[in-house]
Nanobody, 122 residues
């Protein structure tokens, strides 16, 4: 059974940085897509970034381009999201997700972590 465990959320002032981690276990395929989504209160869940573990260019939402960097450590089955120059509008619950292939749609992803809260104060 696939399990995703996020860590690294917290509270930070605007302009600060945080790094999220997502450790995956139990995936049958050697390569798969991993992504970060976020959901703020009263808003829909949105895709932030995603990466295919087998290679290829990562995807970033326009709102985070140039500030967030997604990376992976295949040896550790772990994905990271380095978040710099954080803004109050980045405040949300951040979720790690995985699926056999990448998609822009959250509902496509079969596996989800429990979420980690990121709060950015002005």
């Amino acid at each position: 059974q696939v399990q995703l465990v996020e860590s690294g959320g917290g509270s930070v002032q605007a302009g600060g940085s945080l790094r999220l981690s997502c450790a995956a276990s139990g995936y049958t395929y050697r390569h798969y897509c991993m992504g970060w989504f976020r959901q703020a209160p009263g808003k829909e869940r949105e895709g932030v970034a995603r990466i295919y573990t087998g290679g290829g260019s990562p995807y970033y939402a326009d709102s985070v381009k140039g500030r967030f960097t997604i990376s992976q450590d295949n040896a550790k089955n772990t994905m990271y999201l380095q978040m710099n120059s954080l803004k109050p509008e980045d405040t949300a619950m951040y979720y790690c997700a995985a699926h056999d292939f990448c998609s822009r749609y959250a509902e496509t992803f079969a596996y989800w972590g429990q979420g980690t809260q990121v709060t950015v104060s002005s």
